[in-house]
């Protein structure tokens, strides 16, 4: 088989392995979170916590539970990675240091899953298990709580309420990440990722210098590092090991558990705001975008070739995998950084300056495309929000969407929204640019050197957590920075996005007339796919042109 | 649609209100209007006043920051940037200056009729007092609840409503209208307006508004854009425009560092340049003009909206409540057929019919000899022509009206009128109705019709015969063209309801002719408010017309009440707009005014950011070509050179603004139809538009930019 049909079948057996995800998951999911019914457990969890299932939240109170429940799981994170030397199961691994576990709790607690360490020299088996596996069930499923109580900000009317985080978290892990990531475990397993409680063992490599490798129970944290678009690798070559990511199979497989609910979301959006068709707009523009990222960068790294090892290979082979190859490299690359999962299968820093830059322009969409879960669904609604505010003025009417109302107060949460990321991301690289020290962290020089630290502080802020590598990040400064990047990236939107909801919520219902501007048509996607490209392209483009542009056009 | 276009401006209709120039559009941009508000452009520098605008204070803080840069380190670049940055500002400024003077000079006129007059007030009047003491007091010491008295000639001194007497009053002032309107105590039409003159007879009016607070004064204070307030939709607007502002000013402000690195640190100028070409200035600065032109618009049709969240709340009307007489229908009735019973010719009904109205002057008698001979070529003849012929005149006893031919040899009546008693009259003569008469007169009273039926008694020497013709259908008219117009705004999502104190058969008939979505038959003014309730209920902004008092509650919970200004003080204090034309079918155009107001803002907002793209080509290149070549691919427009390259999109920025004044003034063109339809219109114009037109425009400029001695 050539690796051209190859590609193709691996593109077409994931799109058609989503597309018949679409309706069933998105359907069960919007029953979870629409159901009135608590399962036994989920009771015993509500007792054991002291929370009152059946309780509404106002949105300021669904805000601060959410930021509370981070707080707490920061906090507890950070001291488990310091005190992991007392416990058992450490394979002998040292006390993490101040900056780094900061960076490390901040960046698990808020789905970024950056890693400034290197997960088989630095951490123990029961951190694994116990620390960071369990905060890729929790991030995964606030982003899915936070979009649904923005949901009912559309459904809800006259209300200054907006679910109950405690449940919707719940649900979701009870429900939907658990059972899922039981399952996908035993998958990964049956193909070859391992799961053992082995300590570190020698291997001779091929050039006979001894390796030492520990084992692990990787496959069940891959399947939901994976499906929580978390990224956090067990070891630190991410997927591109053959621990977690063995063959061109369970590559396909990661693929997709990292895509499915994300691309699913908008089903259950539909469903829940009682109109399918919106659901058909929202995952219309994010297959376009998605289809043209993996396009892009994979006839990049065809056909781009900047370097001598790439012509003699016939292709950008540096920092792929053989056993994958360019196409599902380059699959894996564009789902990965257009889901806020940042789970690596290839060095992003050694393709083409168009692919590595596309993977850069992918996160700055701000992951949409279809993003984290929960989090890209709220962030292409937001985005949304804007088109509709722009549109809905060009047909002359008071904008609204779903009927609801964009006022001032409306646009002034969505603007805020839209703002936070580009600035920490623009400040922190310029920041960091401007102090020489931070500079000098940089292994390259010229603008695959600027790359390097934009894509650093483009994947913090926006939570995917993938590096271009050649920035030697583990240093209390970039710790720092990136780690509170991270958590002011992710949860100051989560603010605005409850504090849009609750705007929503308390309004009164605009009846849908003719008058009325058509979100459900060809028309509105491809105006929210110009608005999203549009919006970005002029806010990175100066930043680009510096780095990945003007690399490629040398 | 194809039928619609090329159709005159005012339709259905609407009389052309002094001013308008089309439908929904505004005057014509006057260039010597810029030279005269370019003092007032300039007065606008004052960063107090700037900085209720961030848009454009951020350019004018730019616009600082470059001449300090100028004057340390001078260089034609950091002059030629320095001054168009300032022009920018001006610029800006002058369309506000542009839009505001329009209104100016408006309130000028205005003022003049508010000239100093002496008011007669009368101390402890009460009605019927026949000897009221009278004093003289300066018409701005006039109180809330006074009395004055007003004769012929002179100038009423202030609003209020008459409480004795009748007359004519020039309202000319305020209308423009010259033909005199009555005025009298008690009823709908008591309210007058101080500045206005009486021409005839006496009146008392009773005073209801302050000095200073008359209708006149809140006129100019409107026109003048005194108080004027921005608008919820401007302030979301300006919102969004703020953070557009404040992402381009990170991006722009980081850039340096990382330019720095790249071996091409900037200077001021270039960043303040970039800055400026990015933040949306286009529609920032023209986003006040176009709120000042949309009520401007509104003042040319002779309307005054009390705010723009009025003028914006019509575009977004879902429901428009129409009185049916004098706006869907002519004021009167009209014969529209000839119904002949059996043996009856057409011709003879016709002939009848006409005869026995040629001494009718009601409105309805003069449509029967206009349809006699329309339809069939009867010849209207006058009384004189009729030899012996007496003229019988309706009576409310007789219900009947007709003429009585004495020709010597035959006695030939003719009677007109309500069914029963033309019927009575035929019995009474020895005559037998035809049985089909009953079935004729019902179907045109089911139809929503009034039946007038026509009798006819001949006498001849010894013998007479009495007979019923026939019967003529007068039905209400619908006005030309309203089907097309209720079709138009259903195209727009608005349904429409119509009013009316008719019987709900009637009332049928009449809406399914004028093509109206619904309608409320035997209304008072009770039902109007409840139906104005329950649309609210669910979610819907209604638009009414009132005139009298007790339409008054209505016209306060509709979201947009026009007054007409024939009405009462309490109709027009209710209302947020007022008519002073009177025209009910003006709701119309009021709905059309407020949705172009927001396609004018969304159209330049797309366009404004749309051209970003051209301007970063343009830019980006011209700052890094230098250290890297490669970039210089991303100069597609092949400009001169680096400094031609910014001071081109610079240039260009500013003048584009000057450009769409006119546009902001006038608005975007507006012609009903569906919202996707509007949208995809309004993308391939604005949004391609706005991509494309600067690559052009910044190209030309610099083709000639380029020969600046010093601009390299």
Redesign the interface.
Known sequence: MSDTLGGWLEILALAAAVALSFRPLGDYMAHILTSRKHWRVERLVYRAGGMDGDADQIWTVYLRSVLAFSAVSVLFLYGFLRLQNHLPLALGTPQMSASQAFNTAASFVTNTNWQSYSGEAALGHLVQMTGLAVQNFLSAAVGIAVVTAFIRGFTRTRTDRVGNFWVDLTRVVVRLLLPMAFVFAIVLVAAGVIQNFHGFQDATAIAGGSQKIPGGPVASQEAIKELGTNGGGFYNANSAHPFENPTAFTNLIEIYLLLVISFCLPRTFGVMVGDKRQSWTIVAVMVLIWAASVTLITVNELHSISSTAGHDAGGMLEGKEQRLGVWASALFAASTTLTSTGAVDSAHDSYSPGGGGMTIFNMMLGEIAPGGTGSGLYGILVLAVIAVFVAGLMVGRTPEYLGKKLTGREMRFASLYILTTPALVLAGAGIAMALPGQRAAMLNSGPHGFSEVLYAFTSAANNNGSAFAGLSSNTTWYNTALGLIMLVGRLLPMVFVLALAGSLAGQRPVPVTAGTLPTHRPQFAGLLTAVVVIVVGLTYFPALALGPLAEGLR | MAVNRGKPAHRGGTDPAPGGTGRVSGGLLDPRQLLRSFPDALRKLDPRVMARNPVMFVVEVGAVLTTAFAIKTPSVFAWVITVWLWLTVVFANLAEAVAEGRGKAQAETLRKTRTETVARRLADWRRGDTAPREESVPAAGLKLGDHVVVEAGQVIPGDGDVVEGIASVDESAITGESAPVIRESGGDRSAVTGGTKVLSDRIVVRITSKPGETFIDRMIALVEGASRQKT??E???N??L??LT???L?????????????GAPQSIVVLVA?VVA?IPTTIGALLSAIGIAGMDRLVQRNVLAVSGRAV?AA??V?TLLLDKTGTITLGNRQAAEFLPVQGVDLEELADAAQLSSIADETPEGRSIVVLAKERHALRARTEGELAHATFVPFTAESRMSGVDLDDPQEQRALRKGAAASVMTWVRSAGGHPLADVGGIVDGVSASGGTPLVVGEVLRQQDSSTARVLGVIHLKDVVKAGMRERFDEL??????TVMITGDNPLTARAIAEEAGVDDFLAEATPEDKMALIKREQA???LVAMTGDGTNDAPALAQADVGVAMNTGTSAAKEAGNMVDLDSNPTKLIEIVEI???L??T???L??FS??N??AK?FAI?PAM?ARV????D??NIMKLHSPTSAIASAIIFNALIIVVLIPLALRGVR?RPS???A???R??WI??LGGLVVPFAGIKVIDLIVQFIPGLR
Do not use: C, H
Request: a positive charge; zero cysteines.
């Open positions: 919820p939709n302030i979301a607007l919102i969004l703020a953070s404040i992402v381009f990170i991006a722009v402000v980081t850039l340096q560092p990382f330019a720095v690195f790249a970039l990015l914006e575009g977004d879902n259903r195209r727009m999502g608005i349904r669910g979610g819907k407020g949705k172009q927001l396609i803002r969304g159209a907002t797309t950011i749309a970003d793209v970063y980006i890094f890297e070549p490669g970039l691919k991303l507006y569906s919202a996707a509007l949208l995809s309004n993308i604005y949004g």
